[in-house]
């Protein structure tokens, strides 16, 4: 089995990476990363990304538009008479 | 009884900053002495589904910039996502008393903005089930030609600032997955049932997404020279 998987093309690796990336699962330890240098490249800038993207954080307020619409859509709702 | 709601405060202060009128709006929320320990989030929200308008507008200000970011990365354009954020607090007003506390209050909220961000996108037209083929990059341009080469990595690092205007470059499938994944935190098998579509191309999309943002990365650099 180990030898089948450290026969994969890249092609192959590649497609099981997304599965791969950010599980918990060790991919460098796949038998294919260890013996190719672009795929194990390839994943750590991946496993790079997806890492900093963990880390993103809101950073941005709405500007005060958004609440004074939000605000006047309450009250026109609020204004118009039950349905029932 | 509802209280009156023809006043909605404005957001800008915290929950222990909000003044209240002198005749409280909502009569029947607890003593805090008397009631069960509640986070400050739990004790505005029992008031804002008890119809408090200055505990909704608290409710925005505690909630609002996550949620506008959700929304700005989701579409990556910013009257788009100030108007999703607006959608998503009127839909949070209109049925903010079904909220039953199966799960977190900022679990639910985000969900159901992800839900609003959803339909607009629908709404524009974007297929959801098939965005492998709608979001199929030339082969020019495209993420197979992104095999590693050693030299041009990333060296473990990555400048936060660079990934978030990579991040709202992606063509909209793209974003859409990597931003509910990586971002987000949901799985596969979360997001395929949201964007009805496999867990395979939930994978697959992710995984694109991914490979476009190394190359973006790899060329921040450069780009940004010649601004």
Redesign the interface.
């Given at each position: 089995m180990i030898d089948n998987r450290k026969n994969m093309s890249?092609e192959e690796f590649?497609e099981q990476?997304?599965?791969l990336?950010?599980t918990g699962a060790d991919a460098s330890a796949h038998p294919h990363v260890q013996n190719c240098?672009?795929?194990?490249?390839?994943?750590?800038?991946?496993e790079?990304?997806?890492a900093?993207?963990?880390?993103?954080?809101?950073?941005?307020?709405?500007?005060d538009?958004?609440?004074q619409?939000?605000?006047t859509?309450?009250?026109e709702?609020?204004g118009k008479p039950s349905a029932k | 009884m509802t209280p009156s709601r023809s006043s909605v405060p404005t957001p800008e202060a915290t929950p222990s900053q909000v003044e209240r009128p002198s005749q409280p709006a909502v009569q029947d929320v607890p003593a805090p002495a008397a009631a069960a320990p509640l986070s400050p989030d739990a004790d505005v929200l029992a008031r804002a589904q008890a119809g408090d308008h200055y505990a909704f507008a608290q409710l925005y200000s505690l909630h609002k910039r996550r949620i506008y970011s959700l929304c700005l990365r989701m579409v990556g354009n910013v009257a788009e996502a100030e108007d999703l954020t607006q959608e998503a607090f009127l839909q949070l007003h209109r049925k903010i008393a079904t909220f039953r506390g199966d799960s977190a209050f900022s679990t639910w909220l985000h969900r159901l903005a992800i839900n609003v961000v959803l339909m607009h996108l629908r709404k524009k037209g974007l297929s959801l089930i098939s965005l492998d083929e709608a979001m199929e990059p030339t082969p020019e341009e495209g993420p197979g030609r992104s095999f590693g080469a050693p030299d041009l990595s990333l060296a473990g690092s990555i400048d936060r600032l660079a990934l978030e205007r990579a991040i709202s470059d992606l063509p909209a499938g793209y974003r859409l997955i990597f931003v509910l994944h990586d971002i987000e935190g949901y799985e596969h098998n979360e997001i395929a049932a949201m964007l009805d579509c496999s867990i395979g191309n939930s994978k697959s999309q992710l995984h694109k997404a991914r490979l476009k943002l190394r190359d973006a990365m790899r060329t921040f650099p450069r780009r940004e020279g010649r601004r």
């Open positions: 890249c590649q990476m997304a599965g990336i950010g240098d672009l795929c194990r490249a390839l994943l750590s800038d991946l790079t990304i997806a900093a993207a963990r880390e993103l954080f809101p950073v941005e307020d709405p500007s538009r958004v609440w619409q939000i605000q859509a309450i009250q709702e609020e | -």
